[in-house]
């Protein structure tokens, strides 16, 4: 058996290259706790579905969680650069 997020078009005769992952991204700022920001870090990496719910209700300042939909037969990103802008105005990067 297999979870997936559902579609008109699902068909249970057919396999499919999509599957759920979930996404750890570690020392992430509890600022970036939420979900419209979470989607924008994971989706060059896939389709963002859920966060958990320690990350929901932010308990775990040390990691966020989020499941992904991921194409199987695409080139697997393994990391993601995030860019903020700082107080001073300047761009500040971490992966």
């Known amino acids: 058996m297999k979870i ?5 078009k699902f068909k249970p005769e ?3 290259t999509l599957t759920s992952v979930w996404i ?5 700022p509890w ?9 924008r870090i994971v989706s060059p990496i896939g ?14 300042p040390t990691m966020a969680k989020v499941r992904v939909e991921i194409d199987l037969t695409k080139t697997r990103v ?6 903020i802008r700082n107080s ?8």
């Open 47 to 60: 389709t963002p579905i859920v966060m958990d719910k320690v990350t929901l209700s932010k308990t775990r």
């Open 31 to 39: 600022h970036f706790y939420k979900w419209d920001a979470l989607c």
């Open 88 to 95: 001073t105005g300047d761009m500040e990067v971490f992966i």
């Open 14 to 16: 057919e396999e499919t």
């Open 24 to 28: 750890n991204l570690p020392d992430l």
């Open 4 to 8: 997936q997020k559902w579609t008109t």
């Open 78 to 83: 393994h990391e993601v650069a995030v860019e």
